[in-house]
Every structure is written in C-alpha cells, then in structure tokens.
C-alpha cells in the first residue's frame, strides 16, 4: 500500500509525503502524483520518512527523478 500527501505546495515548492511501500504496482499513481506537483512547483522534495520497502523498479523510478531534479529526503 501507498499513500501520498501534499504536505506544502507553493510556486516555488512541493513536499510530498511518502509512506507505505514503493513497488512496481504503485509506480502509476507515484509518477501521476509526482507530475502533478512538479506542473504546479519549480521544485519538489519527496519525503520518504514512512517508506518502508523500496523494490527495484521503484528504486529505478526514484533515480529517474533525481536525474530530474526531484529531492529526497528521509
């Protein structure tokens, strides 16, 4: 399970909160989210606090958006 929330968002910033556990039957609903927030902010923090288990795919995801500029953070 996954659950997301927007903790801030501003033109400038978004935090998005990330608990549960990052797996490949997740990704569309990450990537949507992770969409939506970087149309809205120059700059997005993912906090990964609450992750508990990140699968390979996910992991991969999460370099793509680095290389992209999305920070993380926990």
């Given amino acids: 399970m996954l659950r ?3 903790a801030t968002q501003t033109p400038l910033e978004a935090l ?3 608990d549960g556990n990052i797996t490949v039957d997740q ?8 969409r939506r927030c970087r149309q809205r902010s120059a700059t ?3 906090m990964l606090d609450g992750v ?3 699968d390979p795919e ?3 995801l999460l370099q793509q958006w680095c290389a992209r500029g999305v920070a993380l953070r926990g």
Avoid: R, Y
């Fill in 16 to 18: 998005l909160i990330i």
């Fill in 4 to 6: 997301l929330a927007v």
């Fill in 44 to 46: 997005l923090i993912l």
């Fill in 58 to 60: 996910g992991l991969a």
């Fill in 27 to 34: 990704l569309p609903l990450l990537t949507g989210e992770i």
């Fill in 52 to 54: 508990a288990h990140i």
